[in-house]
């Protein structure tokens, strides 16, 4: 489908099954539509070959309808556009990938950082950032620990600014951002440092701004979007009247074929599908009377797809109702998402830091979340306590909502480092969003860019980021528990607004690992919980060192020998220094 370059020239092709005649026109023929008429093959197909045309070459569709109508579209499966009012482009499919031979890391070490291009890393302040803006900082991330990004949509949007969920061209990457040549480098070079790409796609509508799609070759009924599009009561969303048609093959077929190109064509590693309950459901909700079966079933087909040809390759899903099917396997009934984000655990977990009061924390609701796995599998569920959504639509970052316009507080920077703590080592797959281990403040917009100067400012908190990924991804061999599937939550003590919780994959010395947090602005001298093991335990993180942050107490956190004697239902027992509002992980050495 769409402009298939080759040695001789170019080979078009279009579904227009309403459309009476079709021709390729652009500055090569002067837009002249007798010039390179299609020819019809079956079903609505149209198709052409044209000598001596290669990529680069500026194009678009001419139909004229049964009633006479004269249209001008834009290839739907346009690779590349002029921008997002223009022209199609025949794409250049060639590109050097050189020793490109990435090899996903393991699901269950995998750290996720988040970001927005255009705000990424600009060079400057009136004009978006781009993929090869992003390369810049591939070393920073590196050195951070991360080891995948998750990119929100680059795709064709109007204009030069946005979020990137108004997809107009949904193959076409961003002009403004640099187009694909500069997004397969982009992958290319994360590859090289050892990062993962995930790329985040629009499948729950498209547009609605400068959307050619819409009424693509005049059909359409009930004023609706024609034939890309549900023409009824199905095609509302959120966004306007404009769902795709999942019942139509050649619809599931389009967005089948676009999840593949990103990850065959642009070697991307991983998809998070953006709002899967409305894919599913009319209202983005669990009632059976305004399910969409065709919606789910397409995700289904997508994902048994993927897993047949790249089962390394990770789908994510934005579903939010808690649905333990969207991860759960294909031929167990589910949709086979591979994981999905975690709405209870970043509600649950941020409530608890911004509650003004420490007597009003809820930690029976914390210590629930904490042990919560989807399906039984700890690493079917991304958790967070920042991302674009959480970010934004009238909530800000986690230290702004701590304490508006003084986010660089004593109280926001520790209940902050307390809460992302948590997120790296609780079951799930880790994520942060751009700037958060630079304690960016105030909320996401679309044209405010980071302020890296506060990366160097505030580098001891970034320090404290680097040795939370570390222990998470085991890196030093003493916490191979942060990669298991097994959690306990062995103490709570609403009370004293404390508790413990422990991890460990096969158990043992190295890799079972103990998790002390204190929720509350009370130091404990001496703070006593069980232990599964008898030896010497070593504080491997003290999120109150000085290092981190200068107003920071600096606490004193040792390791200890474990006493015999049944305690929190463990064995053994140790009492450990406690600073407010911080977290300790302890374990033994292997």
């Known amino acids: 489908m769409g402009a298939i370059p080759h040695a001789a020239g170019t080979t078009f092709r279009v579904w227009a099954p309403h459309a009476e ?4 026109v652009g500055p090569f023929n002067d837009w002249n539509h007798s010039a390179h008429p299609l020819t019809h093959e079956a079903d609505g197909y149209w198709a052409a070959d ?7 070459t500026e194009y678009k569709f001419w139909l004229r309808t049964a009633d006479g109508q004269e249209l001008t579209r834009n290839d739907p499966y346009a690779r590349e556009v002029t921008h997002s009012a223009g022209s199609s482009v025949v794409p250049t499919l060639d590109f050097d990938w050189q020793d490109d031979h990435f090899e996903m890391p393991a699901w269950n070490t995998l750290v996720i950082y988040e970001l927005h291009v255009g705000t990424f890393n600009p060079r400057t302040a009136d004009q978006p950032g781009t993929f090869l803006d992003v390369v810049e900082k591939l ?9 995948a990004i998750e990119v929100m949509p680059p795709t064709e949007f109007p204009g030069g600014r946005s979020w990137g ?4 061209h949904p193959f076409a990457l961003e002009t403004d951002y640099g187009g694909p040549q500069a997004f397969k480098e982009l992958v290319k070079q994360a590859h090289r440092h050892g990062i993962a790409v995930i790329l985040d796609v629009v499948y729950n509508h498209f547009g609605p701004g400068d959307l050619d799609l819409w009424q693509f070759d005049g059909w359409q009924e009930n004023d609706g979007g024609g034939i890309y599009f549900y023409n009824d009561w199905r095609a509302e969303t959120p966004w306007g009247h404009n769902r795709p048609d999942y019942s139509r093959p050649e619809v599931r077929r389009y967005i089948r074929d676009n999840a593949l190109m990103w990850l065959e064509d642009y070697r991307v590693d991983g998809l998070r599908c953006d709002s899967i309950s ?9 009632d059976p009377s305004r399910d969409l079966p065709d919606g789910w079933s397409l995700m289904k087909w997508i994902n048994e797809e993927i897993q047949a040809k790249m089962p390394w390759k990770i789908t994510i899903a934005e579903d939010l109702q808690g649905n333990e099917y969207i991860t759960r396997a294909p031929d167990a009934d589910g949709q086979g998402f591979a994981a999905q984000w975690d709405a209870a655990f970043v509600n649950i977990l941020r409530e608890a830091l911004t509650t003004p009061n420490d007597a009003d924390r809820n930690l029976s609701a914390v210590a629930q979340t904490l042990a919560q796995a989807y399906n039984g599998d700890a690493f079917q569920r991304v ?13 800000s970052r986690v230290p702004e909502e701590i304490m508006p316009g003084e986010a660089h507080g004593w109280f926001p920077k520790k209940r902050a480092t307390l809460g992302v703590a948590l997120v790296f080592t609780a079951p799930g797959v880790p994520m942060l969003f751009q700037g958060q281990e630079f304690l960016a403040d105030g909320y ?20 404290l980021y680097r040795d939370l990924i570390g222990l998470r991804r085991n890196l030093t061999g003493t916490t191979r528990g942060l990669t298991g599937q097994h959690t306990e939550v062995f103490h709570v003590n609403n009370d004293e607004k404390t508790l413990a919780f422990r991890r460990w994959d096969a158990g043992g010395a190295g890799d079972e690992t103990i998790i002390l947090a204190n929720f509350a602005d009370v130091t404990h001298d001496s703070y006593t919980v069980g232990l599964p093991a008898a030896g010497r335990w070593h504080v491997r993180f003290n999120s109150d060192w000085q290092g981190y942050d200068q107003q920071f107490g600096n606490f004193e956190s040792m390791g200890t020998d474990a006493e015999e004697g049944s305690y929190d239902g463990q064995p053994f027992h140790a009492a450990f220094g406690l600073a407010p509002y911080s977290v300790l992980i302890i374990s033994q050495d292997a």
């Open 50 to 56: 044209v000598a001596d045309l290669g990529p680069g």
């Open 21 to 24: 005649a079709v021709a390729v």
């Open 278 to 286: 409305h894919i599913r459901n009319v209202d983005g909700s669990n």
């Open 444 to 463: 996401f917009s679309d044209d405010q860019p980071l302020q890296w100067q506060r990366a160097d400012e505030l580098g001891g908190l970034v320090h």
């Open 383 to 395: 958790i967070y306590t920042e991302s674009h959504d959480e970010v934004a639509n009238g909530k």
């Open 139 to 147: 070393d920073y991330l590196q050195q951070l620990g991360i080891n």
């Open 165 to 168: 969920y108004n997809p107009s």
